[in-house]
T-cell receptor, first 115, second 112 residues
Framework: DGGITQSPKYLFRKEGQNVTLSCEQN?????MYWYRQDPGQGLRLIYYSQIVNDFQKGDIAEGYSVSREKKESFPLTVTSAQKNPTAFYLC?????WGQGAHGYTFGSGTRLTVV | GENVEQHPSTLSVQEGDSAVIKCTYSDSASNYFPWYKQELGKRPQLIID?????GEKKDQRIAVTLNKTAKHFSLHITETQPEDSAVYFCAASISGNTPLVFGKGTRLSVIA
């Protein structure tokens, strides 16, 4: 489905729990990104990775962690330190970092709800 | 860092009319400006983009204009149709070297 797959589509988290959102791409893209979408807030950058084994914090990284052990995968963990995690999370990828800008390919998103 | 402002937040037009969405950016080094369309419950999709060496770009009913001096760019949709109803996001980056910074979005409603 568009080359980038996010799972699960819906996720419910209890207070104090860590949860991990999956993002896998088969586009052979170097760069991957996590954005959070809240109503009226647009897309805000959580973390991004230019290449395998490297990642940088975005504007709202507190309470989140990531890893990039494989080119195809960029999972996001929402920790208990994230005070307001209920949101729609979007993963994206782009072909090559620093080789000219390209539009992103987005996954279909994960809606996380705290219960 | 870069800041992107987008206006209006909501826009209603009659079918067949034109729609214009405007964005401003703060970092004069930004040189790549894409626009995304997000239909309800779906992922954002790239609909058009422009680079700073071009002032205007068209693709059928959609056009984007860029004013580098004023640091603003606009999306123009002509002959709007009900299927154009969606949330539209503008974004900016420094060509491939920074992540995209998005505006807060414009909810466009096309009334039949």
């Amino acid at each position: 489905d568009g080359g980038i797959t996010q799972s699960p589509k819906y996720l419910f988290r209890k207070e104090g729990q860590n949860v991990t959102l999956s993002c896998e791409q088969n586009l052979n893209h170097d760069a991957m990104y996590w954005y959070r979408q809240d109503p009226g807030q647009g897309l805000r950058l959580i973390y991004y990775s230019q290449i395998v084994n490297d990642f940088q914090k975005g504007d709202i990284a507190e309470g989140y962690s990531v890893s990039r052990e494989k080119k195809e995968s960029f999972p996001l963990t929402v920790t208990s330190a994230q005070k307001n995690p209920t949101a729609f999370y979007l993963c994206a990828s782009s072909p090559e970092w620093g080789q000219g800008a390209h539009g992103y390919t987005f996954g279909s998103g994960t809606r996380l709800t705290v219960v | 860092g870069e800041n992107v402002e987008q206006h209006p937040s909501t826009l209603s037009v009659q079918e067949g009319d034109s729609a214009v969405i405007k964005c401003t950016y703060s970092d004069s080094a930004s040189n790549y400006f894409p626009w995304y369309k997000q239909e309800l419950g779906k992922r954002p999709q790239l609909i058009i983009d422009i680079r700073s060496n071009v002032g205007e770009k068209k693709d059928q009913r959609i056009a984007v204009t860029l004013n580098k001096t004023a640091k603003h760019f606009s999306l123009h949709i002509t002959e709007t149709q009900p299927e154009d109803s969606a949330v539209y996001f503008c974004a900016a980056s420094i060509s491939g070297n920074t992540p995209l910074v998005f505006g807060k979005g414009t909810r466009l409603s096309v009334i039949a």
